[in-house]
């Protein structure tokens, strides 16, 4: 089954074309890393998906549903604001700074979205919010709030607070690029969990060991434009084309 389909994706900034006419498809259960120099569109595409930026032209469908997609006269329509929020539920996202609420406390940013925006009861999204925080390790932190916790751990209660919402597709933008590195090994351990079971994921990220070692494809993005994609091993060892080679000679 198709869980993301994006076709011909474009999008301008103040009369920059940013994003240059992107395809990509990802399959149910499958793992994209995308990868590329920054200013290359990757977080834009990312944030597209979502409808945190809005495409100007192109289709994209979220599990079969269209969330947007030539209209009348060929301008980009979108859903109605009820199904587009719909679509978009789909789909949880992890972000490069946290975006914890410092006045809750972990375990109340968990359970804050399911009962903001599904309408759920505290006691029945409780047991799932304490296995969640179980599963990234920090349930004995669920009464601290942000302020007390490291880098590596807000991050790990964000993929936690992303999934109460129990979503079919994580989105994660550059989720370690803001961390220490001994403090990147505890989020991409808590992600390699989630590709071990399964879940729907693209990744945009600086980590090449992730990449080579967790997802099934890999996107290499520059200027806007997918420049080349293919098995992990592929691109890491035998890149086809020359802007490929370039940046990963730069970084590896």
Sequence with gaps: MKMIRAIDIHKQFSGVEVLKGISLEVE??????IIG??????????RCLNRLEQIDS????????????PGPGGACQYADEGRARQICSKMGMVFQHFNLFPHLTVLQNLLEAPMTVKGMKREDILPLAEELLNKVGLLVKKDSYPSSLS???????????ALAMQPDIMLFDEPTSALDPELTGEVLKAMRQLAEEHMTMVVVTHEMGFAREV????????????????LPEQIFRAPQQQRTREFLDKIL
Excluded: C, H, W, Y
């Excluded at 192109?58 to 997609?69: K, S, T």
């Design 28 to 33: 149910k259960g499958e793992v994209v890393a």
């Design 58 to 69: 192109g289709l994209l469908e979220i599990e079969g549903e269209q969330l947007a997609g």
């Design 215 to 230: 997802a099934n494809r890999v996107i290499f993005m520059d200027q806007g434009e997918i420049v080349e994609e293919g």
């Design 151 to 161: 880098g590596g751990q807000k991050q790990r209660v964000a993929i936690a607070r």
């Design 37 to 46: 120099p920054s200013g290359s569109g990757k977080s834009t595409f990312l």
